[in-house]
C-alpha cells in the first residue's frame, strides 16, 4: 500500500480527500473483480460507490457485469452529458430554494393550526 500511497500523495482519486490510514479500513485497495489487479488505494466511501455505480450501470445500462468496456463507454457518455450546456428551458416542477422554504413554512403553519384545531375541539367535546 506503501507504494500507491506515495504515488495517490495520500488521496483518494476519486473524492480527493485524504485517506486516513490511522483509521481501521479506511484505505481500501481497489481491484479489477475479473483480473485482480490492483488500480490503487481508495477511501472506503469511494470504494463501495464505485462497486454499486459499475454495478447498477451494468445491470440497468443493459450491459452485464462482465462487459466492462460498455460500462465504462457508457460512463464517458455520462460525463459528457453532465457537461454539455442545458436547454435553457426549465422544468415545470421545479422549486426555487425560496419556494422551497416559503412551502415548508406554509405546511408547518397549517400543521399547527391543524393541531390547534383539534385541541380546541376535543375540549368542545369534553365540555358536552
Not at 3 to 30: R, W
Not at 65 to 92: C, D, F, I, Q, S
Request: aromatic share 8%; charged share 30%; with cysteine.
Amino acid at each position: 500500500m506503501k507504494h500507491h500511497d506515495e504515488e495517490q500523495g495520500g488521496q483518494c482519486p476519486l473524492c480527493a480527500n485524504p485517506i486516513d490510514f490511522k483509521v481501521p479500513k479506511e484505505g481500501v485497495i481497489d481491484h479489477d473483480h475479473d483480473s485482480g489487479e490492483i488500480r490503487g488505494v481508495l477511501c472506503r466511501g469511494c470504494n463501495g460507490a464505485e462497486g454499486k455505480v459499475f454495478n447498477a450501470v451494468a445491470r440497468w445500462g443493459g450491459y452485464g457485469l462482465g462487459n466492462k468496456a460498455g460500462v465504462h463507454a457508457w460512463l464517458e457518455r455520462l460525463v459528457a452529458y453532465y457537461r454539455k450546456p442545458g436547454t435553457g428551458l426549465m422544468y415545470y416542477m421545479h422549486k426555487t430554494p425560496e419556494e422551497r422554504a416559503q412551502k415548508a413554512k406554509l405546511k408547518a403553519k397549517t400543521r399547527r393550526a391543524m393541531t390547534a384545531a383539534a385541541r380546541r375541539l376535543a375540549v368542545l367535546n369534553k365540555d358536552k
